[in-house]
């Protein structure tokens, strides 16, 4: 019997659900910033900077931004005088990606397609791994996590910030209803997209919450875990060491 996953709410054979996300950023790829500013107030800004802020970036190190298509985190990273490759399995989220970087101007970031649970770097390439809102879709997490510690070096930090469960109670209840019931109708008005916009939300209440999730990036073998919430967790920063 073949293994199934979750695709948002729904279960899929394993084998597809790489495809299938491929295909849901593929079509959103020209206005995901647009809709991240929508869905968000603009917020995400202020995450993405309070984000790397903790990843410290240092001159001249490398770093890999994984799930990183359209250049938020990395172009944040280089700034700093870190040496980025950006990753992502979506061929069109990198090709805006390069878009946007090449309309500031911005040289010595490299691009590459790869899949988050099958690396093709090799083992301990890397000063520090970040990954923003991007973990939630692969198909095994625990895979991609593993993944990310094979090719830290020794020393090497993991930052992972995604969407988690809030706490706050209240406002809880207030965005669920509001990312249920209009995010979806954002998609399909900014980006004519309703249904990616859809598994989008779903896929953020499928996701591991803040204590389980630390677990899992313990059971890859990094050390000194931390969990950051902001907003009460519905939002979080995740790290670890590679010892």
């Known amino acids: ?34 809709m991240n500013d929508a869905m968000s107030f603009g917020a995400h800004r202020l995450w ?55 309309k500031r101007k911005l040289d010595g970031l490299s691009w590459s397609e790869q899949n988050a649970e099958e690396l093709t770097f090799a083992d301990r390439t890397f000063d520090a791994y970040t990954i923003a809102f991007g973990i939630r879709n692969v198909t095994f997490i625990d895979k991609a996590l593993s993944e990310a510690h094979r090719v830290l070096k020794f020393g090497g930090r993991f ?7 809030c706490t706050w109670p209240g406002f809880s209840e207030v965005y669920d209803a509001y990312s249920h019931r209009l995010v979806p109708k954002l998609g399909k008005m900014l ?4 249904e990616s916009y859809r598994y989008l939300i779903e896929s953020i209440r499928r996701f591991p919450p803040m204590p389980e999730f630390e677990r899992m ?3 890859a073998g990094f050390t000194q875990t931390k969990v950051e919430p902001i907003l009460g967790g519905l939002v979080a920063i995740h790290s670890g060491w590679k010892a």
Do not use: W
């Not at 948002?8 to 647009?34: C, I, N, P, Q, T």
């Not at 250049?71 to 990273?77: H, K």
């Not at 980006?191 to 309703?194: C, G, I, S, Y």
């Open 48 to 102: 993405k900077d309070q984000f790397v802020s903790r990843v410290k970036p240092r001159k001249g190190e490398a770093i890999l931004d994984m799930a990183g298509g359209t250049g938020d985190i990395a172009f944040r990273l280089h700034a700093k005088g870190a040496c980025v490759t950006v990753a992502d399995i979506n061929p069109e989220m990198l090709a805006v990606g390069r878009e946007r970087a090449e």
């Open 159 to 165: 930052f992972c910030l995604e969407f988690s469960t």
């Open 191 to 194: 980006a004519k997209d309703e």
């Open 1 to 34: 019997m073949n293994e199934t996953v979750s695709f948002g709410y729904r279960e899929v054979d394993a084998s597809e659900k790489a495809g299938m996300v491929r295909e849901v950023f593929s079509g959103v790829a020209s206005r995901y910033d647009l």
């Open 217 to 219: 990036i313990r059971a």
